[in-house]
C-alpha cells in the first residue's frame, strides 16, 4: 500500500517571510493546521499506514519540491488549509481537486463525508474543481506529482467554525484519517505495482478533428503530447508552471493546464477523448483587457450570478442590463466589471464592511476594519462608479458621463489597462488580478465562449 503525504497549510517562509495564513479571533492558521496535522499522523500509523508530513518551514513550491522527490506509485497527498472570509457566516469544510478529474472528484467527496460524520455540525461546502477555486488553479492539485487534494476543513473567520475547530480537534483528526486510510485504500486498488506502468490511450479532438497523435491517461488525468502544445502556438516559458510526464520517450502536458492560455479544454469520459478548442468566440488579446467591449448576453450574465448564488439577483434584478449599458457607454468591458462585482461582492452575498443597501458593488472606499467606503444613490449609480473606477485605470480617455467616482481624480489615468495590472492597485491583494481573470474564464465558460460546440 502506498503511503499518505500530509502538509500543514502555511507555516513556511515565502520571499523570506514567515507565513502565519489567516488569522481570526487571535487563532492562527498555520498553528490551527499544524496541531490538526499532529494528530492525524499518530492515529493513521496506529492504524498501519506509512506516513510522510512535510517539514513546516517550506514555501509552497518547496512543499511541493519536497513531496515529489520522495513520491512513490501508491502515495497520495493532501494540504489542509483553514478558509477565512469577509463574512463571518461563511461556514463549512471544502475539498478542491485538479479539474477535469472524476476519480479524483470521488476521492474528495471521500474525505468530506468522512469528517462530516465525525463532525456533524460542520456544513459541507462540497467537493469542487481546482477551478472553482479563487485564482482558478491550485499549485498543490496541479504540481504533486502523484493524486493530490487540498483541503479546506473549516472556516477559521466564523466563530461557531472555529470553536468546533478547537474543541473538537480530535474529532477533526479522526475524521481525516478516516477519509485518508479510506482514499489510500482505493488508490491502493486502482495502482498498478510495476515500477513503470502503462498509461491507457485517449483520443484528442482539436477544434472539432481528431488529432493525429494520442494522447495518455496519468492518474486519470488527461496529457497531451507537447509537440500538439508547440503547434498551438502556446508559449510555455511565458505563462504558469505546467505539469510534463516524459512517456515512451514523449514529453506530454497536462491538458487541464491548458486553460491557463486561454484554450477550451474539456473531457467525454464516454468516449475517453479530452477535447481542446482554441478557436474562441473571445479575440485572445482584447481578453483581459478593461477598456474593450463584453462578449456575453445579458441572459449569461443572469445565468452565471444565479449558478453561484441562487438568491443574487433577488435585490437587484437589473445589474446584469445595468453593466451592460454603463459599460458600453464609457468603452469598458462589462464582462470584466461583472466579473469584479462578483469577486467583490462574493456573487452580491456581501457580508464584509460594505452593506447591500450602499450599493457599491467594487469596494470603492472600503479599506477594512469597518470601514464601509463609499455608498450610492441606486444600483446604477454604483455601476456607474465602479465603471468610471476601471476607466480611470484602463484609459486616459475623458469620461462620457458625469463624475460620481469619488475615487476618480486619485488615479494615475491608464496606469493598468489589463486586468492583472489591478493587483496591488485596485486591492492591496497581489493576487487581485489572477482572482478577477478566473471567475472571468468562469464567465465565458458558463456561456459557452470557452467551451467546444
Not at 523570506?16 to 499518530?42: F, K, T, Y
Request: aromatic share 8%.
Amino acid at each position: 500500500m502506498g503511503r499518505i503525504i500530509i502538509s500543514a497549510g502555511h507555516g513556511g517562509f515565502e520571499n523570506g517571510v514567515r507565513d502565519p495564513g489567516s488569522i481570526a479571533g487571535n487563532v492562527i492558521e498555520a498553528q490551527e493546521m499544524i496541531l490538526l496535522r499532529d494528530l492525524i499522523v499518530p492515529e493513521l500509523r496506529s492504524r498501519n499506514f506509512e506516513v510522510l508530513a512535510v517539514p513546516d518551514d517550506l514555501s509552497l513550491q518547496g512543499t511541493v519540491d519536497w513531496i515529489n522527490a520522495r513520491y512513490r506509485q501508491g502515495d497520495i497527498a493532501i494540504e489542509i488549509h483553514a478558509s477565512s472570509f469577509s463574512n463571518p457566516r461563511a461556514r463549512g469544510a471544502t475539498v478542491y481537486y485538479v479539474g477535469l478529474n472524476d476519480q479524483r472528484k470521488a476521492h474528495a467527496e471521500l474525505m468530506l463525508l468522512a469528517l462530516l460524520r465525525r463532525v456533524p455540525q460542520l456544513p459541507s461546502r462540497g467537493a469542487k474543481p481546482d477551478t472553482q477555486s479563487g485564482t482558478g488553479s491550485l499549485v498543490f492539485c496541479r504540481q504533486v506529482l502523484g493524486p493530490s487534494l487540498l483541503m479546506e476543513v473549516a472556516y477559521l473567520s466564523s466563530p461557531d467554525d472555529r470553536n468546533l475547530l478547537q474543541s473538537r480537534r480530535r474529532d477533526f483528526a479522526l475524521g481525516l484519517a478516516d477519509g485518508l486510510a479510506a482514499w489510500s485504500r482505493a488508490i491502493d486498488g486502482s495502482t498498478s505495482p510495476e515500477p513503470d506502468p502503462t498509461y491507457p490511450l485517449i483520443t484528442i479532438n482539436l477544434n472539432g478533428g481528431v488529432y493525429g497523435e494520442k494522447g495518455i491517461l496519468v492518474n486519470n488525468n488527461a496529457y497531451v503530447p507537447i509537440d500538439l502544445v508547440d503547434g498551438l502556438g502556446v508559449d510555455l516559458s511565458k505563462g504558469p508552471a505546467l505539469t510534463r510526464v516524459t512517456y515512451g520517450n514523449v514529453v506530454y502536458i497536462r491538458a487541464v493546464d491548458l486553460r491557463e492560455y486561454n484554450i477550451a479544454v474539456s473531457w467525454d469520459n464516454v468516449n475517453r477523448t479530452v477535447i481542446l478548442r482554441t478557436v474562441l468566440a473571445i479575440c485572445p488579446g482584447q481578453f483581459d483587457k478593461i477598456a474593450s467591449h463584453g462578449n456575453t448576453t445579458e441572459m449569461q450574465l443572469v445565468m452565471f450570478l444565479k449558478s453561484n448564488n441562487e438568491q443574487g439577483l433577488t435585490r437587484f434584478s437589473e445589474l446584469p442590463k445595468l453593466y451592460r449599458e454603463e459599460a458600453a457607454i464609457e468603452g469598458i468591458s462589462y464582462d470584466i466589471a461583472f466579473a469584479q462585482m462578483c469577486l467583490e461582492t462574493n456573487f452580491l452575498r456581501f457580508g464584509g464592511d460594505v452593506r447591500p443597501e450602499q450599493n457599491n458593488f467594487a469596494g470603492l472606499g472600503a479599506v477594512g476594519g469597518g470601514v464601509g467606503g463609499a455608498s450610492f444613490p441606486s444600483a446604477r449609480i454604483g455601476v456607474r462608479a465602479q465603471i468610471q473606477h476601471l476607466k480611470a485605470y484602463a484609459s486616459t480617455e475623458p469620461l462620457v458621463q458625469e463624475l460620481v467616482d469619488p475615487r476618480f481624480r486619485f488615479v494615475t489615468r491608464g496606469i493598468a489597462p489589463l486586468v492583472g495590472q489591478l493587483s496591488g492597485r485596485w486591492a492591496a491583494d497581489l493576487q487581485y488580478g489572477v482572482k478577477l481573470m478566473a471567475i472571468l474564464r468562469r464567465l465565458y465558460d458558463s456561456a459557452g465562449l470557452l467551451s467546444p460546440n
